[in-house]
T-cell receptor
Framework: AQSVTQPDIHITVSEGASLELRCNYS??????LFWYVQSPGQGLQLLLK??????LVQGIKGFEAEFKRSQSSFNLRKPSVHWSDAAEYFC???????????????FGQGTTLQVKP | DTGVSQDPRHKITKRGQNVTFRCDPI?????LYWYRQTLGQGPEFLTY????????KSRLLSDRFSAERPKGSFSTLEIQRTEQGDSAMYLC????????????FGEGSRLTVL
């Protein structure tokens, strides 16, 4: 069965410091992988996704993530965090069916990011 | 704004009452998804539609839950005989249905069952 684990429930970093949010997945083949961000009172917004090809993917707001097949990981990074990055971050895995993505996503439980001034 | 819209944003009801949520997806999107999110958890998949066809339902979707998308546009999610355990945020998302296509989420409908 597919599953996603985000080991860190809560992370606090200082503004300007680097950030890495961990994500491990369980899936029988190469999945589609996503990172979403959810700010209070806002809908989930896609930061980036991995479909195939280059294992280092760039997203919006200066985020990047690296797919490591050998570690079943898809960690999210940002070199310098801004106060506006404080939010909840979700890693998700999507199943492939035939040649396409069914769209059904399995989410991790999320990591809450707090940014200290 | 032409994003995914959900209504109502917040519903408070008494146990045993029926509630209905509506989702209007992005107009050109043929896929529509319902998720449920409880406090401190990630969204859990409930069901999805491709056009008007409901193609998959989670085991989480008990008999008290029903979803429709009658004309392949908006969708409704009805919960009958609500229970306190149904209290959650109900999220709707839509997509174009292309490989690795992005899901666009609405802001959610929060249900509180007293």
């Amino acid at each position: 069965a597919q599953s996603v684990t985000q080991p860190d429930i809560h992370i606090t970093v200082s503004e300007g410091a680097s950030l890495e949010l961990r994500c491990n997945y369980s899936y029988g083949a190469t999945p589609y992988l996503f990172w979403y961000v959810q700010s209070p009172g806002q809908g989930l917004q896609l930061l980036l996704k991995y479909f195939s090809g280059d294992t280092l993917v760039q997203g919006i707001k200066g985020f990047e993530a690296e797919f490591k097949r050998s570690q079943s990981s898809f960690n999210l990074r940002k070199p310098s965090v801004h106060w506006s990055d404080a939010a909840e971050y979700f890693c998700a895995v999507g199943a492939r069916r035939g040649s396409g993505n069914t769209g059904k996503l399995i989410f991790g439980q999320g990591t809450t990011l707090q940014v200290k001034p | 704004d032409t994003g995914v819209s959900q209504d109502p944003r917040h519903k408070i009801t008494k146990r045993g009452q029926n509630v209905t949520f509506r989702c209007d997806p992005i107009s050109e999107h043929n896929r529509l998804y319902w998720y449920r999110q409880t406090l401190g958890q990630g969204p859990e998949f409930l069901t999805y539609f491709q056009n008007e066809a409901q193609l998959e339902k989670s085991r989480l979707l008990s008999d008290r839950f029903s979803a429709e998308r009658p004309k392949g546009s908006f969708s409704t999610l009805e919960i009958q005989r609500t229970e306190q355990g149904d209290s959650a945020m109900y999220l709707c998302a839509s997509s174009l249905g292309v490989p690795a296509g992005e899901l666009f989420f609405g802001e959610g409908s929060r249900l509180t069952v007293l």
